[in-house]
């Protein structure tokens, strides 16, 4: 078995140049990258330049992230969503990229319901009807979507191959969500995970802060899980050096847990 692949996340560089920050990363040997569409939703790129400079610093994409989306919505405020993601997923297509993080909306969980649940269900089915090659991947970042049995309850009735979970597993632990807990409700949909840590009431980088991610990491891949994993960094200071630091650790401790996993095979 060959150790999961560890993405770069360029959220914490995404008002940043884009080209210097690529060839950057690409010189510390980040070159797998989970891309934050922020350059072309906001800053004015075309597809074609960043493609460019992708190419140029000899990197892959392999996810793309970032854009509104509030998936609750209903008519006409909803279309807002469709617009923004459908921009969202052709600049995926245009970079060759199949998997899109999205989230699920801004819903307090106070006012989560059967018919709330219906509305998500339809507004996340006409994305994926458009979009039939891009997996959509919801992760668990507020309001209702903290509830690790609401989003298990949204994907189920969605029920799509190409509809899964980006687990964060640090944004549950903020929540006082327990980590094995969600994983247990959550792990048939799970499809990309996201790494980085927390020390009270900030975000730092991976492997450090209050909350440790190993027996977590090690429960995933016993489980089979066979998705990859994106590095994030939203904590202050120098965030290149912090993401290469997160990286290298990340990479060590799936090696480790990989092995773990093919040591409790009979």
């Not at 489980?223 to 590095?231: H, L």
Request: with cysteine.
């Amino acid at each position: 078995m060959s150790i999961p692949r560890v993405l770069i996340s360029t959220t914490s560089h995404k008002r940043a140049p884009l080209a210097p920050t690529l060839e950057t990363f690409a010189r510390l040997g980040m070159r797998d990258l989970d891309l934050n569409l922020s350059p072309i939703m906001e800053g004015g790129l075309t597809t074609v330049q960043v493609e460019a400079a992708i190419r140029a610093a000899n990197q892959r994409v392999w996810v793309v992230s970032g854009g509104w989306c509030d998936f609750f919505d209903r008519p006409p405020d909803a279309e807002r969503t469709f617009t923004s993601v459908s921009r969202q997923a052709e600049a995926a297509r245009a970079l060759g990229v199949h998997h899109l993080r999205l989230f699920f909306g801004r819903l307090e969980r106070a006012h989560y319901s059967p018919a709330a649940r219906e509305v998500a269900r339809v507004n996340i089915l006409r994305l994926a009807d458009a979009y039939p090659d891009v997996v959509l991947a919801f992760e668990n970042h507020d309001g209702a979507s903290l509830d690790p049995a609401i989003c298990a309850d949204i994907l189920h009735a969605v029920n799509r191959p190409t509809v899964g979970m980006n687990f964060d597993p640090i944004n549950f632990a903020r929540a006082g969500v327990d980590i094995q807990s969600a994983l247990a409700t959550l792990r048939p949909l799970v499809c990309h995970v996201h790494l980085k840590g927390v020390k009270g009431d900030h975000l730092c980088e991976f492997d450090e802060g209050d909350v440790d991610l190993k027996p977590f990491l090690a429960a995933l891949q016993t489980g089979g899980y066979p998705g990859s994993f994106t590095v994030e960094y939203e904590g202050a200071g120098d965030a290149t050096s912090a993401l290469h630091r997160s990286v290298g650790r990340a990479r060590a401790l799936l090696e480790v847990s990989q092995a773990g996993s093919r040591n409790d095979l009979p």
